[in-house]
């Protein structure tokens, strides 16, 4: 397996001895090797691995150092036979055990070529979506958004000058613009409205929600395609883990021979055809 760091290689080339996993330091008797500090540099974060070799690996040796000291007093004060510990220990390895276990059943399932082939379903089953680019003028009553309408209609009228001067919505000082949306984005009444309209229309009449009365203009419309693999790559390796990780548990679940008993340990009576029975009525006299 190659080694994950790649700054030891200097040293490697500088001194030949190092290939052959050298004893760097000896703690009560027990070896620390090049190997040890090379494990250590591998759990840590990347931006930590980029520092220089010179500089790391003493304070990577000293680090491995201490926890040896460490580890050799813990079984010297007999805690590696601790009920505590040994109940620790075990817990970890049923974790770690679970953890590979369903992640190497998982590992074909959110590769790379099947997060690919995963895109490539979702392009072709949602083809380009169409976004509106619109405008509008919101006022507090029905008569106010008539007389916007009115006015935002005559020959010549700049809509965004009428949204400065009338609106009380979002975006009046741009003059009513509210950028491009999609249908999702907006309340029902409002993106029927502007998704009927062509870009430069204006809605025939004042379209009410409940922020108030508005008056609409399409501005252009477009349609936006599917975001490319590299910006959706980690929502659908997420998506894919999550899936394959609870199919694969179900699978698991499905296929144990599991048996359940009462919480006192006692076996659960099988159910009876009396079960839930009412007792017959008492005879009328």
């Keep these: 397996m190659r080694r994950p760091v790649l700054m030891i290689a200097a040293l490697l080339v500088a001194a030949p001895a190092l290939a052959q996993n050298p004893v760097v330091a000896r703690v009560e008797g027990s070896e620390i090797r090049m190997s040890d500090l090379e494990a250590e540099l591998g759990r840590l974060p990347p931006e930590v691995r980029g520092m220089p070799a010179a500089t790391m690996l003493p304070l990577l040796l000293e ?35 679970a953890r590979t276990l369903i992640t190497r059943a998982i590992a074909g399932q959110v590769s790379e070529a099947a997060l690919r082939a995963r895109h490539a ?41 009428v949204a400065r001067r009338r609106s009380t919505g979002p975006g009046s000082r741009e003059g009513g613009d509210l950028g491009y949306f999609k249908r999702e984005d907006m309340i029902p009444e409002f993106a029927e409205a502007a998704f009927a309209l062509a870009a430069g229309q204006i ?14 203009r399409v501005e252009d419309r477009r349609a936006v395609p599917p975001q490319p693999f590299e910006e959706v790559r980690d ?51």
């Design 121 to 161: 379903e979702l392009v072709a089953a949602r083809p380009a979506e169409e976004e509106v680019r619109a405008s509008h003028i919101l006022v507090p009553t029905e008569a106010e958004a008539q007389a916007a309408l009115a006015e935002a209609r005559r020959p010549g009228a700049d809509f965004a000058e």
């Design 203 to 216: 809605s025939a009449a004042p379209v009410r929600t409940q922020f108030g009365w508005h008056v609409i």
């Design 63 to 97: 680090q491995v150092i201490t926890q040896r000291a460490v580890m050799i007093a813990a079984r010297a004060a007999g805690l590696a036979t601790d009920p505590e510990v040994l109940a620790e220990i075990k817990r970890a390895e049923e974790e770690a055990l």
């Design 235 to 285: 929502q659908l390796r997420e998506q894919a883990f999550t899936t394959a990780v609870n199919a694969e548990v179900d699978r698991i679940r499905a296929t144990a021979r599991i048996e359940r008993f009462n919480l006192d340990g006692s076996p659960i009576a099988p159910p009876s055809l009396l079960d839930g029975a009412a007792p017959p009525a008492a005879p009328r006299r």
